[in-house]
Each structure stands twice: as C-alpha cells, then as structure tokens.
C-alpha cells in the first residue's frame, strides 16, 4: 500500500476550504502543500506532519505519534502519527489544526532552478 486513500480523504476533506492547497506525490506517499509549504502527508497508515518543533514537550501525553528521522538524525519539526489514533474526528482535527498552526510561520523550502 503507498497510503492509505481514506485517511488521505479525510484530510482532504479539512483542508478544501483553504485557499491555496495543492496535494503532490512526494515520500511514497501523498502530500498536502499549504501555501507553497509542505504541511501535511498521508504515508501508508500514518500521517505525517510539520509541527512547530518547540511544541514536542507539549505532547508527551498523547498516543500514537513518533518523531520522523533521516538515517540516524531527527528531522527538526517533523513527527509521524499512527492511524490507529486517527479514528475519532476530534483527534483528527487536534493533529490537522497543529499542522496548519505553525505553517504560517514555517519557512517554504528553497526552489529549484528549472533548467
């Protein structure tokens, strides 16, 4: 499975009242650009999420989420969810919401020079 359609469904559902979102095939999975900015991807049965990497101490308490790693490094920001925590829609929001928070502020990644 590349992702899960339906979890990708839902949070297509929460983002098409935004102005500038743009969903992209990107990470073996499928992702959500918000504002030019990557915000939000579905991969296999998790999402993945760009957080505002001062917020981890603040969820210590809750279930199902990881932080993301290339090789043996954290990626500053990025954390995983399980789907398994996704069911109830108020869960959903809560990690949607954290997401969508911290994108304003998120710096865009560098394009590329087309040639």
């Known amino acids: 499975m590349k992702y ?12 098409m009242n935004l102005l500038d979102v743009e969903e ?8 959500y650009m918000v504002d030019g900015k990557l915000c939000i991807g579905v991969m296999k049965d998790k999402i993945m999420l760009r957080i505002d ?10 279930d199902g989420w990881e932080q993301m790693w290339s090789g043996t490094r954290p ?14 829609n108020t869960e959903l929001d809560f990690w949607i919401n954290l997401a969508l928070t911290y994108n304003p502020i998120a710096k865009a990644s560098k394009k590329k020079a087309k040639p």
């Open 24 to 31: 992209k095939f990107m990470f073996s999975g499928l992702v």
């Open 75 to 88: 990626m500053k920001g990025y954390i995983l969810v399980s789907e398994d925590v996704l069911q109830q």
């Open 53 to 62: 990497p001062d917020t981890l101490d603040t969820l210590a308490d809750k």
């Open 4 to 15: 899960n359609e339906i979890l990708a469904n839902r949070i297509a559902e929460r983002l």
